[in-house]
């Protein structure tokens, strides 16, 4: 199974070039901001709760999100592949991730964290914000606080793909063309 780990901070471009991988590679999408808001949309008791904290630009908890996760994965034994979209985005996460993929026999084969500057986020968030209707993206100080978030609980996790020799830097500036050419030849080189 090829499973990626495709990481970055917000607005880094994980969701655009999720759907390129995807479609290149024939693998399962599990995005955990997506998952989160199609339940926001059904109303769901999963979606009042996950509303509450991305509102205000806070992770979702561990247990919640994690729980989530994993019946995700195990709905697809026979996938060729998962590309991990938003997950983990702490060092729990990871440590569980490994855990249910070690369920099915598999493990994480790369992180590809897209490597994006502050100003370039917020520009992009705020531009989204003008279509996608998140309220998550219509207030630069909560997309402050989402990337404080960031820096002070996901950047750490990629210590934990580093320690496994697992971690690849992906420059996450230029044409959306251009970043997804640097994805494919970082996956193709593992
Ligand atoms: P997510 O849904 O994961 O989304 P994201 O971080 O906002 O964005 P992404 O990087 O996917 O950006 P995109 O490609 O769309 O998270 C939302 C919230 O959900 C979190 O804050 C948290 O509350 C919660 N959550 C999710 N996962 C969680 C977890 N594991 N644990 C706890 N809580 C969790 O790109 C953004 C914009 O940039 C788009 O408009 C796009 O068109 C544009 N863009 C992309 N590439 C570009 C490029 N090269 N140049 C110019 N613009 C570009």
Redesign the pocket.
């Known amino acids: 199974m090829l499973n990626v780990v495709l990481f970055?901070p917000?607005?880094?471009?994980?969701?655009?070039?999720s759907e390129r991988l995807i479609e290149k590679y024939g693998l399962v999408h599990l995005?955990?901001?997506?998952v989160?808001r199609a339940n926001i949309k059904g109303e769901t008791e999963l979606g009042t709760l996950?509303k509450s904290?991305?509102d205000k630009?806070?992770?979702?908890p561990d247990e919640v999100?994690i729980n989530m996760l994993r019946s995700e994965v195990l709905k697809h034994p026979e996938s060729k592949g998962f590309i991990f979209?938003?997950?983990?985005?702490?060092n729990a996460?990871a440590t569980a991730l490994d855990n249910f993929l070690s369920e099915l026999n598999t493990t994480i084969r790369v992180m590809l964290a897209l490597e994006v500057e502050e100003n370039e986020l917020m520009q992009?968030?705020l531009?989204?914000a003008e279509v996608s209707g998140r309220a998550?993206d219509a207030n630069p100080e909560i997309i402050k606080n989402?990337i404080a978030v960031y820096n002070n609980e996901t950047a750490p996790v990629k210590s934990f793909y580093q320690a496994q020799n697992k971690f690849v830097s992906i420059d996450?500036i230029?044409?959306?063309d251009d970043?997804t050419a640097r994805l494919f030849s970082a996956i193709d080189a593992i």
């Open positions: 970055g917000p607005g880094a471009g994980k969701g655009t070039q995005s955990t901001g997506d989160f996950a904290y991305m630009g806070q992770l979702v999100t979209d938003g997950f983990p985005r702490t996460q992009r968030l531009k989204r998550d989402r996450g230029g044409s959306i970043i």
